[in-house]
């Protein structure tokens, strides 16, 4: 089963082109911004993988480049989002 995210992640010391390269080129998430230091991004964890043990992947790989670098990210569920309706019932 796979469940689609939007992906945060917040860094300190890491370049724009090394967050692509790990998150797009190597991770495969579908990038919506970037900059130095930070990356938002929608995709999916297939396979059982838990939002925990994605960081860890992803941290390592971002420290495998800067062993010095600071790594967060947060894990938005994008499925069966809760939603509130207003209004007519349009047919």
Do not use: Q
Request: charged share 40%; with cysteine; hydrophobic share 30%.
């Amino acid at each position: 089963m796979s469940r689609y995210y939007r992906l945060v992640v917040r860094t300190k010391n890491t370049k724009k082109e090394e967050l692509k390269k790990i998150l797009v080129d190597k991770f495969g998430w579908e990038e919506n911004f970037i900059c130095d230091d930070e990356f938002e991004g929608e995709g999916c964890l297939c396979g059982g993988m838990g939002e925990e043990e994605a960081h860890k992947e992803i941290s390592d790989e971002i420290k495998k480049l800067n062993p010095k670098a600071e790594v967060s990210t947060r894990w938005t569920n994008l499925e069966d989002m809760p939603f509130e309706e207003y209004g007519d019932v349009v047919e």
